[in-house]
């Protein structure tokens, strides 16, 4: 099975997006699938690990980490007429992906998609909320015009599908359980930072902007910690805010983007993983934090509703307010004060994840593609690839 995949970010760029392709890809080429992917041209040096072509990008005004790809008919028309896919796979809706959306169309190539990111929720974060009903209707529009949309966690496929969005099918993110892994843990990265065997160190991983509202999780921070002396934060990535939060609170460590084993150390140096973040549609930051035995403190979306249970492997807010998360903190700090009780807190966090592992979402994946193809097959017969060259 050839699969060829679409995305306006792929690694080195560093996100959630970027992260769950890559992964998925390395998976799909272990179990000798053959895979391609098209892609803005990456700004750093990379060494791809698939069949890769390039398209044209350009920055995002708020997100210039992330390219946008250039929409290209006639690249893609060519590059499936002599290297035809069984299916595509479109990991983003912008104008690279309408452009593949529309090519394999009329090349009769069956399309899936996923729903990564809520952009419709991120333009009220920059002055663009009167734009947010056009956004969200376009995903929509494009999402609609697929043969299949994977959808990461159960609630959001509920909502989407109450909202109007056809075949949604619930296909939960994975993650990589040796490489966040409490085993990690390091007594040296911990010194580094000036922490002692006695501090409770609060962790956030995840881009520095607006719309991951952080600021709730560090003003928490810091009204606790009054009554916490031990208490610190550590807030990890890098992006917009960066700045002028670490001007803001200078009681916080900020490590900027981590990555490799780095990351994986500092996850499972840490205690407690803070997730204040209301517009995810996943957060795979919360996986990584579990795997690695850090409980989880975060609002009941995404996936932290999930696999998050309450005083178990860490806390829910179910009302989405600053107020909320602070008692949500306030709860798990005051419930597991001692270490006894923190430690089966973590044993708690790895056990929740265990099955959720890339062996079983890699298979789910490959089941699913295969069905579509086998349906397109049947409704067009085998083969038959409409020879309508683009304008």
């Given at each position: 099975m050839h699969i060829s995949f679409v995305s306006d970010t792929f690694s080195p760029d560093i996100n959630g997006v970027a992260v769950c392709l890559e992964e998925l890809i390395n998976q799909l080429r272990g179990k000798n699938q053959q895979v391609s992917l098209v892609r803005p041209a990456p700004r750093a040096d990379y060494e791809p690990q698939a069949f890769e072509v390039y398209c044209r990008g350009v920055r995002l005004p708020h997100y210039p980490e992330v390219q946008v790809g250039l929409p290209s008919h006639r690249l893609f028309y060519r590059l499936w007429k002599t290297h035809r896919p069984d299916i595509i796979y479109l990991g983003t809706e912008g104008p690279l992906g309408l452009a593949a959306l529309i090519t394999a169309r009329r090349m009769r190539i069956p399309v899936i998609s996923a729903y990564h990111t809520n952009f419709h929720e991120f333009s009220k974060h920059y002055g663009l909320s009167h734009l947010q009903g056009l956004v969200f209707s376009w995903l929509r529009i494009f999402h609609n015009h697929c043969q299949l949309n994977l959808i990461p966690s159960r609630a959001l496929q509920q909502e989407l599908t109450q909202l109007g969005f056809k075949r949604a099918y619930f296909l939960s993110h994975a993650v990589d359980t040796q490489r966040f892994n409490p085993r990690h843990r390091s007594a040296d990265f911990r010194r580094l930072h000036g922490l002692n065997d006695n501090d409770i160190?609060?962790?956030?991983?995840?881009?520095?902007?607006?719309?991951?509202?952080?600021?709730?999780?560090?003003?928490?921070?810091?009204?606790?910690?009054?009554?916490?002396?031990?208490?610190?934060?550590?807030?990890?990535?890098?992006?917009?805010?960066?700045?002028?939060?670490?001007?803001?609170?200078?009681?916080?460590?900020?490590?900027?983007?981590?990555?490799?084993?780095?990351?994986?150390?500092?996850?499972?140096?840490?205690?407690?993983?803070?997730?204040?973040?209301?517009?995810?549609?996943?957060?795979?930051?919360?996986?990584?934090?579990?795997?690695?035995?850090?409980?989880?403190?975060?609002?009941?979306?995404?996936?932290?509703?999930?696999?998050?249970?309450?005083?178990?492997?860490?806390?829910?807010?179910?009302?989405?307010?600053?107020?909320?998360?602070?008692?949500?903190?306030?709860?798990?700090?005051?419930?597991?004060?001692?270490?006894?009780?923190?430690?089966?807190?973590?044993?708690?966090?790895?056990?929740?994840?265990?099955?959720?592992?890339?062996?079983?979402?890699?298979?789910?994946?490959?089941?699913?593609?295969?069905?579509?193809?086998?349906?397109?097959?049947?409704?067009?017969?085998?083969?038959?690839?409409?020879?309508?060259?683009?304008?």
């Open positions: 160190l609060l962790l956030f991983v995840g881009r520095i902007a607006k719309e991951k509202n952080i600021e709730v999780a560090l003003n928490a921070y810091q009204d606790l910690k009054v009554n916490h002396a031990n208490l610190k934060m550590m807030v990890t990535g890098s992006g917009p805010e960066l700045a002028r939060l670490k001007t803001s609170y200078p009681g916080v460590i900020f490590t900027g983007a981590l990555t490799g084993q780095d990351l994986s150390v500092c996850y499972a140096s840490s205690d407690a993983f803070v997730m204040p973040s209301k517009s995810e549609t996943f957060g795979l930051v919360s996986l990584e934090a579990l795997a690695s035995g850090l409980p989880v403190i975060a609002y009941d979306l995404a996936a932290a509703a999930e696999h998050i249970t309450c005083g178990v492997n860490g806390e829910l807010c179910e009302e989405l307010s600053d107020r909320a998360f602070y008692r949500a903190l306030e709860c798990f700090l005051l419930s597991h004060s001692d270490q006894r009780s923190r430690s089966i807190c973590s044993i708690n966090a790895v056990a929740s994840v265990q099955q959720a592992g890339w062996e079983q979402v890699t298979q789910d994946f490959i089941k699913l593609c295969r069905g579509i193809i086998d349906d397109q097959q049947v409704k067009f017969g085998q083969g038959q690839a409409l020879e309508h060259k683009p304008a």
